[in-house]
């Protein structure tokens, strides 16, 4: 979800959203002096104008849900990410995290609930460790700390380290503060076994923050030792825009940080969503990434929010969160390309690959305006032999989709929970839909832990494929053909 400005108060701005051929001539750009033209796509077709009811459940017949789990006090507050390791699930909410024992799909238990308030709390986790997102300003780095403006020196955020080693009890044993907060971060595993790193991504410096000072064009990377993680620290703060990055314009965002980053560790590659650019990074150096290439679309996105790789490395997609999250985008009124998801091809070798623009994707059903709706978190399915994704949209629900033909992309699966009101705009909805060892999970917003099952024929191979751990935007490799 998109933070417009600080101290860190999310705007819900109800914008609109969705349906036939818009034409599409986007400007990328390759570095900033090599501007490039967009190809024209093809007219995309009408949505489907089947809303259902509120709450009602509809979907596709191959996709159905087989258990949810709803939010409690105290962590009653907005739904985030999930991290996965063995039978577990970890979710992530604004008022601190769940563990879930998923070792029975269709009948999740609560592990144990942690209360440590911080939004986002976006979650990974390694081994006995879990490492959580603060990105709100806080009177202190404790689980007891309360909301403190971002103007005051003393105030805290960034990341927070959690031993999970007993899934009952969790114990808070580190911090580490990074500039302008923590709003996602992204574990890197070491070259070797006894170093992990996170990438934390955080944007909107204002010159009157006294940690989150402009330009801000840099990324904070925390290198943690695995047997010492109390000796966690940040080692790098690396310029990824030393030209300023995106200025800005009044369809998009200017890049002042960047909001997440996927890496493909077995190809040492990363692609960065970041606000005005999306970036490919050469990650060979986990402590000092460095970027390759660089594209923009200057007509039809407005956020890079997050990116997804194919298991080849040949292909990235990346998100465009239109409306930061909480706009009506998927209705009758603003196109088929916008809050969409953009499919690149990756080309070349080394330092010489860059990212061709090939076609967009947004789910084909129109939402009612009262819904937030816009592309957000998913996950690639690991199906052999095909590039399948399976993806959130808020109130649009679940989506499951073939992007195998990167100019055709298709829709093969879906599920959707009617409106949370028909009277006015509620946000809600899914924030991360991912696959995980046969099951695809959600943390919903407002309605908690979904699990639902796939059955395709196109995608029965995935279930040959198990993870011991998953953080999806620690992109693995599976076996391929």
């Not at 009177?139 to 080693?165: L, M, P, Y």
């Not at 503060?177 to 990438?199: D, F, I, M, Q």
């Not at 890496?263 to 050469?282: H, N, R, S, T």
């Not at 816009?374 to 989506?399: E, F, T």
Request: with cysteine.
């Amino acid at each position: 979800m998109i933070r417009l400005h600080k101290p860190r108060l999310r705007q819900l701005r109800i914008v609109a959203l969705a349906t036939t051929g818009l034409l599409v001539a986007s400007a990328l750009v390759a570095p900033a002096s090599n501007a490039q033209t967009v190809p024209q796509a093809a007219p995309a077709p009408a949505l489907t104008n089947t809303i259902p009811g509120v709450d009602e459940i509809v979907s596709s017949p191959n996709l159905r849900q087989i258990a949810n789990v709803p939010k409690v006090a105290p962590l009653d507050a907005t739904n985030s990410d999930i991290a996965f390791q063995g039978r577990y699930a970890f979710a992530g909410n604004y008022n601190g995290f769940v563990i879930y024992d998923i070792s029975r799909p269709s009948a999740p238990t609560v592990v144990s609930r942690v209360l440590c308030p911080g939004s986002q709390n976006d979650i990974s986790v390694h081994g006995d460790l879990l490492f959580l997102s603060t990105d709100s300003s806080r009177s202190d780095d404790s689980c007891n700390s309360t909301t403190q403006g971002a103007d005051v020196k003393e105030s805290w955020e960034g990341i927070k380290v959690f031993d999970i080693k007993d899934k009952a009890n969790p114990r808070y044993i580190k911090s580490v503060e990074t500039a302008c907060g923590s709003h996602t971060h992204t574990l890197v595993p070491g070259k070797n076994n006894k170093t992990v790193y996170l990438y934390v991504s955080s944007y909107s410096p204002r010159a009157e923050f006294p940690d989150c000072q402009p330009p801000h064009d840099s990324i904070s990377i925390i290198k943690v030792p695995v047997k010492k993680p109390t000796d966690a620290a940040v080692i790098a703060a690396p310029n990824l825009f030393p030209d300023g990055g995106f200025p800005g314009s009044g369809t998009g965002s200017a890049t002042t940080g960047c909001h997440d980053i996927t890496v493909y560790p077995a190809k040492d590659l990363a692609a960065g969503a970041c606000m005005g650019d999306g970036i490919l990074l050469d990650i060979k150096n986990r402590e000092a990434p460095r970027v390759i290439n660089r594209v923009r679309d200057e007509v039809n996105f407005a956020f890079w929010h997050s990116a997804t790789f194919n298991n080849a490395g040949t292909k990235v997609i990346f998100t465009d969160e239109l409306g930061g999250g909480g706009a009506a985008t998927c209705n009758e009124t603003v196109g088929p390309n916008r809050g969409a998801d953009a499919i690149y091809d990756i080309s070349g070798r080394g330092n010489a690959r860059k990212m061709t623009f090939r076609s967009y994707y947004k789910i084909p059903r129109a939402n009612a305006d009262t819904e937030n709706c816009v592309a957000h978190n998913g996950s690639l399915i690991p199906v052999l032999g095909k590039d399948i994704m399976v993806q959130a949209w808020y109130q649009g629900g679940i989506s499951v989709w073939d992007f195998t033909d990167s100019a055709n992309p298709k829709e093969i699966a879906f599920w959707e929970r009617g409106p949370l009101s028909a009277d006015r705009p509620v946000g809600g909805g899914t924030w991360s839909a991912y696959y995980y060892n046969g099951h695809i999970y959600s943390n919903d917003m407002v309605k908690g832990l979904d699990v639902l099952e796939l059955n395709d024929w196109r995608t029965w191979t995935a279930k040959l494929t198990r993870y011991q751990e998953l953080n999806v935007q620690t992109q693995p490799s599976y076996l391929g053909w």
